[in-house]
């Protein structure tokens, strides 16, 4: 089974960057779509960013501009890059992912789309 491991939370100012990284066991996996979430108390996890097996990315349209998320295969990592952060980013981000190469336009934001999550990471961002 495949095991995912996040790090690079912490805290930052508003304005601030931050990267999130995580490390996926099986390198095999790399093929295969994965994605970044969050989620804050009392609130659904909420999808933000997905990457499919070929490269192709999708954002969530409330982080358009700001995050990117890339993986480097060699590596077994996959990346979030958060520029820009608001408060409102201020939640636990997990990786995801699942054994599909491509989304075929399923809903990669639905938490029901994915069978392997990581323990999570925190970012606060303050104001």
């Known amino acids: 089974q495949v095991h995912l491991m996040e790090s690079g939370g912490g805290s930052v100012q508003a304005g601030g960057s931050l990267r999130l990284s995580c490390t996926v066991s099986?390198?095999?996996?790399?093929?295969?779509?994965l994605s970044w979430f969050r989620q804050t108390p009392g609130k659904a996890r909420e999808g933000v960013a997905t990457?499919?097996?070929?490269?192709?990315?999708i954002v969530a349209t409330s982080v358009t501009g700001r995050f990117t998320i890339s993986k480097d295969n060699a590596k077994n990592t996959l990346y979030l890059q958060m520029n820009d952060l608001k408060p409102e980013d201020s939640a636990m981000y997990y990786c995801?992912?699942?054994?599909?190469?491509?989304?075929?336009?399923?809903?990669?934001?639905?938490?029901?789309?994915?069978?392997?999550w990581g323990q999570g990471t925190q970012v606060t961002v303050s104001s």
């Open positions: 990457i499919e097996g070929d490269g192709n990315t």
């Open positions: 995801a992912g699942d054994l599909r190469r491509a989304w075929y336009g399923r809903a990669w934001y639905s938490m029901r789309e994915y069978n392997y």
């Open positions: 099986d390198n095999s996996y790399m093929d295969y779509c």
